[in-house]
């Protein structure tokens, strides 16, 4: 079955830390995949996104996302996080052409000032 | 005009009441969504609309019934509801094709009491 998996549901981090948030898929053939975050009292946006050619991907804000095909991981980085990056950040992948994104359980990230 | 637009931002309604859920794209975009999000959870996938077509109902009770009058509207009628209902409802819409990414509207929070 088609499933996407975080492995941190809360991370707290100072300024100026860096990041990285772990995501893992099970898909089978054509996987796209996606960062989405959930700033508080906005709607979800997309950060990043992954379909094919060089698996180090660059989003907005500083946030990068390396796809490692062997691992089945996609997992999100920033170097140095900011007060502002205090969000919900979703993984999420869907097969090319099925419409059918899913998405992983959400990890809430937390920077102190 | 890279917007989803969601109406109501926030509705309260009895178990008996019918009520609708409205978004709007002026993206072009030929695949709209509905997707649930309850408190702290990931969004769920309910319905997806291509070229105005319903291609994907994930086993929504029927007291969910989406309508697609035409590529740029999405509705949501809602008729004998259940206070776990309760939730943030998001429309998205998106391209089909290869470029798959979502963009999301504020959403519609609702309470069933």
């Known amino acids: 079955a088609q499933s996407v998996s975080q492995h941190n549901h809360h991370v707290i981090l100072s300024e100026a830390a860096s990041l990285e948030l772990g995501c893992n898929y099970s898909?089978?053939?054509?996987?796209?995949l996606f960062w989405y975050v959930q700033y508080p009292g906005q709607h979800l946006q997309l950060l990043l996104k992954y379909f094919s050619g060089d698996p180090l991907v660059k989003g907005i804000k500083g946030f990068e996302a390396e796809f490692i095909k062997s691992k089945f991981s996609f997992n999100l980085r920033k170097p140095s996080v900011q007060w502002s990056d205090t969000a919900e950040y979703f993984c999420?992948?869907?097969?090319?052409?099925?419409?059918?994104?899913?998405f992983g359980a959400g990890t809430r990230l937390f920077v102190k000032a | 005009d890279t917007e989803v637009t969601q109406t109501p931002k926030h509705l309260v309604m009895g178990m008996t009441n019918k009520k609708s859920l409205k978004c709007e794209q002026h993206?072009?975009?030929?695949?709209m969504y509905w997707y649930k999000q309850k408190a702290k959870k990931p969004p769920e996938l309910m319905f997806v609309y291509s070229y105005e077509k319903l291609s994907i109902n994930e086993s929504v009770p029927s007291r969910f019934s989406p309508e697609c009058p035409n590529s740029s509207l999405l509705n949501l009628h809602l008729h004998a509801l259940q206070p776990e209902d309760s939730a943030l409802y998001l429309c998205?819409?998106?391209?089909?094709?290869?470029?798959?990414?979502?963009?999301f509207g504020s959403g519609t929070q609702l309470s069933v009491l």
């Open positions: 993206m072009g975009h030929r695949a």
């Open positions: 999420a992948g869907g097969s090319t052409g099925g419409f059918k994104t899913i």
């Open positions: 898909y089978g053939g054509t996987v796209n």
């Open positions: 998205a819409s998106s391209q089909p094709g290869r470029d798959e990414k979502l963009f």
